[in-house]
């Protein structure tokens, strides 16, 4: 992960602190930004696929929304809708579809991390829903995750 990422998810722990058990997601956090990135080259990617950036009708993907951010970056960053959007069993069924490795998973995996603690404590009183979100992500991952 870039510096900057680093950074901003670290940024996040204080105002979670009355949010989140923040011991527990420093530490794996502090696991996660060491993940090496591997020869993949960057690809476009859109960077924020979360359940608001994804239409769906009929069960089935329809579109994708707020495209002003597309552009290269690592090929795990759009896994984060992995784990903004799917359970368990759906989210084995998408890796398994795309031939995810190991380590391009637990990347696409802290990215989500990465989003999901930057959400909860910023959306928590302006807008709950998001922050539910970035909740709902973090309980993915840590169920995912061994302590």
Known sequence: MRPADWWAARASVRPSRRLLDVPRLRAMWDAM????????????????????NVVVSGGRLAGILDVGGLGPADPALDLVSA??????????????GLGCGDAE??????????????????????NPAMSLMGRRTLERITATTPT
Request: hydrophobic residues 45%.
């Open 33 to 52: 930004r060491t993940l090496p990135r591997g020869s993949a080259k960057d690809v476009m990617s859109h960077g924020d696929l979360i359940p608001g």
């Open 83 to 96: 784990w903004h959007l799917l359970e368990a069993g759906p989210r084995q069924v998408l890796r398994l």
């Open 105 to 126: 998973w637990e990347r696409g995996k802290a990215w989500a991390f990465q989003q999901a603690m930057g959400v909860v404590w910023y959306y928590v009183d302006s």
